[in-house]
Nanobody
């Protein structure tokens, strides 16, 4: 019922910034909690941030103060602004959706719809 398509990944130097986008198809017909996740090679997927339609957000401690999750409801687009990037931020970044109106922690097991991912590489 929902399709998510990420874009905006790339390669940057440590300390740089990137803005990821996630086009959300089907959002107009349902209410979702939206999340950003990341997965590095050989590691498990970890939560980054989550947001609900009224703008409430939650963040993983490792990114709070550096990353900002936001949404443009008119464009059905989710964003992740990433500042002060570190090499340990290198990963494939995924957006995800959970049906419902509640804000939940960005735990992968709580999200059932996933995008294809966009690669972020931060060099030192």
């Amino acid at each position: 019922q929902v399709q998510l398509v990420e874009s905006g990944g790339g390669s940057v130097q440590a300390g740089g910034s990137l803005r990821l986008s996630c086009a959300v198809f089907g959002y107009a017909y349902s209410t979702f909690c939206m999340g950003w996740f990341r997965q590095a090679p050989g590691k498990e997927r970890e939560g980054v941030a989550a947001i609900v339609s009224d703008g409430r957000t939650t963040y993983a401690g490792s990114v709070k103060g550096r990353f900002t999750i936001s949404q443009d409801n008119a464009k059905n687009t989710l964003y992740l602004q990433m500042n002060s990037l570190k090499p340990e931020d290198t990963a494939m970044y995924y957006c995800a959706a959970r049906p419902g109106s509640g804000l939940v922690a960005p735990l992968a097991i709580l999200f059932g719809y996933w995008g294809q991912g966009t690669q972020v590489t931060v060099s030192s």
